[in-house]
C-alpha cells in the first residue's frame, strides 16, 4: 500500500521540480526572428575612374536583389531596389571607407507592381574577402516603411577589382558583386 501511495505522488512531486527548475533557468531576454532574406548584385560605377592618385569621384551604386518574407502581412516574394550615390576623394587604395548614413529600399512585387518603400540608416565596413574578393557590410536600423524597427544586414562580396585599369587614363570604372541581406525583428 505505501508503493501506491508514493507512486501517485510521484508525478505532484516531479512537477514541482520541474516548476522550481523553470523558475531557476535564466530567461533569454529576446531573439531575433528573419523576416526576410535576400540575394542579388551589386553594381557601383565611379566617375572619373578611379586611379591611383586620390581625385574627387563621383560614385553610384544600385543593388537589386529578390527576397522571401516571413513576414505575414508582407507577400510572400518581394523585389528590392537600392540607388545611392555621392562624391568623394577617393583612390584605388582607398576603393571604399567606412562612412554611415541613410537610404532607402524601394519594394516591388514579382510582377514588377510597387509596393513599399523602407528607409534605413547604416554605418558600413570594408573587410579583404577570399581569393582577393572585398567584401563590404552595412550593418543598421530601418527608421519607416516596410519591416520598420527592423534591423537590417546587406553584405556585397566585390569581384576582384581589375586594379591594373587603376593605372590606365580611364581607370578602374566600375565594381560588381553578389549580395545578401537579412532583415531581423527583435522578439
Known sequence: MALTIAHRRLPALLAG???LLLAAAP??????????????????TYQPGLTNTPAMVTVQ???????????????????????GGGTGTLSCALLQSPTSGSSTINWATVSGSPYATSSYTYTTALSPGTSGTTVLTLTGDITSGLYAGDG?????????ADLGACSSPTGLTSRSGVVTTEITSLV
Open 152 to 160: 537590417i544586414l546587406i553584405v556585397t562580396v566585390f569581384a576582384n
Open 61 to 83: 551604386g544600385t543593388i537589386t536583389m529578390d527576397c522571401g518574407s516571413t513576414d505575414l502581412n508582407t507577400p510572400l516574394l518581394l523585389r528590392g531596389t537600392i540607388t
Open 27 to 44: 530567461v533569454s531576454a529576446s531573439t531575433d526572428v528573419l523576416d526576410a532574406t535576400c540575394t542579388g548584385s551589386n553594381t557601383t
Open 17 to 19: 521540480v520541474l516548476l
